[in-house]
């Protein structure tokens, strides 16, 4: 099911000369990738979902085959999961965009706010669990119990 990568995103040459996001992630985590296919098995999204995120860079694959097929890490199913269930419960892809956004913007040293930041979705609304506080993605604003 899983598939040990070469390289990432650019031979070896090139990674010296151009950073990229798969370039700045530790190796292990790149040392195992899930093909789209299996990525569709495991998380119920359609292989068109997973190219719209990854074209519109919602969530992108941390790599690609020479061949441009995509290759997705744990971290990027983490995410992913945690879109898809956003999206479920009932958060467009829009208001999912400003979040992360918004989160990006709040916490910089976050570098992947879907994977790396608790969210549940409260109708429209994308709640941040981060440490003894929840508070809306977007607004900022604190939620209290």
Same mark, same amino acid.
């Given at each position: 099911?899983?598939?040990? &990568?070469?390289?990432?995103?650019?031979?070896?040459? $090139?990674?010296?000369?151009?950073?990229?996001?798969? *370039? *700045?992630?530790? @190796?292990?985590? &790149? +040392?195992? $990738?899930?093909?789209?296919? @299996?990525? #569709? +098995?495991?998380?119920?999204? =359609?292989?068109?979902?997973?190219?719209?995120?990854?074209?519109?860079?919602?969530? +992108?694959? =941390?790599?690609?085959?020479?061949?441009?097929?995509?290759?997705?890490?744990? *971290? %990027?199913?983490? $995410?992913?999961? $945690?879109?898809?269930?956003?999206?479920?419960?009932?958060?467009?892809?829009?208001? /999912?965009?400003?979040?992360?956004?918004?989160?990006?913007?709040?916490?910089?040293? /976050? %570098?992947?706010? &879907?994977? @790396?930041?608790?969210?549940? !979705?409260?109708? %429209?609304?994308?709640?941040?669990?981060? +440490? %003894?506080?929840?508070?809306? !993605?977007?607004?900022?604003?604190?939620? #209290?119990?």
């Amino acid at each position: 099911m899983k598939q040990r &990568l070469e390289s990432s995103k650019n031979p070896p040459d $090139a990674q010296a000369s151009q950073p990229s996001r798969a *370039a *700045a992630r530790p @190796e292990t985590e &790149l +040392e195992f $990738a899930f093909k789209t296919r @299996e990525v #569709v +098995e495991l998380l119920g999204l =359609s292989r068109r979902q997973l190219q719209y995120w990854a074209k519109t860079g919602l969530v +992108e694959p =941390s790599a690609r085959t020479p061949g441009g097929h995509h290759r997705y890490s744990f *971290a %990027d199913l983490v $995410a992913l999961k $945690a879109t898809k269930r956003l999206i479920d419960g009932g958060v467009s892809v829009q208001k /999912i965009r400003k979040s992360v956004g918004a989160l990006q913007n709040l916490f910089p040293q /976050i %570098d992947r706010p &879907l994977g @790396e930041l608790v969210l549940v !979705a409260t109708g %429209d609304v994308v709640l941040v669990f981060r +440490e %003894d506080t929840v508070f809306e !993605a977007i607004t900022g604003q604190e939620w #209290v119990f």
